[in-house]
């Protein structure tokens, strides 16, 4: 399975989100897509902070401009010291790094540490799930995620739903893919070879059965 690669560029997934609406809209007339199926484990991309998360900013022996803080909205912090500093897109070290040289200014070699103890992640890497879901929302992506922890957490199928005409929309080096997943079969039936591993950004469209 490609892994997908953290740092999207900003038309990448209004484009994924268009799709997912042009394959709802049509997924009972389309013709069968690929059925995904999962290739084993793959490397977890490095996790990237995004507006909501809340995040630890420890400042070696500086107890007083150490804080906890949440990224706002716009992505960024305000910690003692330092004002409007981007923390959205960064990784918890790249942030750590731009910190100290912040705090340079004013403190001798600072040395900082960045821990995220509030996860949400940006919103091109949640995963969403919409249609015939109990549920239907969007999760942060966490390494690991499979198909059926996603439905887990969505509160299974509704009675009307076509599970396995499901499908997955996902971005794969800047292309849009559509994969069938077997929702009946996993959810229902308790067949595990239709579970899959999730990747960060991926929609899962539920459509409603037909009767």
Known sequence: MSTVRSNWSSRAF????????????ACAGAPPAPTLKDTGMAPGPNYIIGPGDTVNVFVWRNPELSA????????????????????????????ARDMEQALSKYIKNPIVTVIVTGFVGRYSEQVRVVGEAARPQALPYKEGMTLLDVMIAVGGLTEYAAGNRARLVRMVDGKQQVYTVRLEDLVRRGDVSANVRILPGDVIIIPEAFF
């Open 68 to 95: 906890t803080v949440p990224v706002r909205p716009d992505g960024k912090i305000t910690t003692p010291l330092v004002e409007d500093l981007q923390a959205s897109g960064k990784t918890p070290t790249q942030l």
């Open 14 to 25: 209004p484009a994924l989100l268009a799709g997912a609406a042009l394959v709802l809209a």
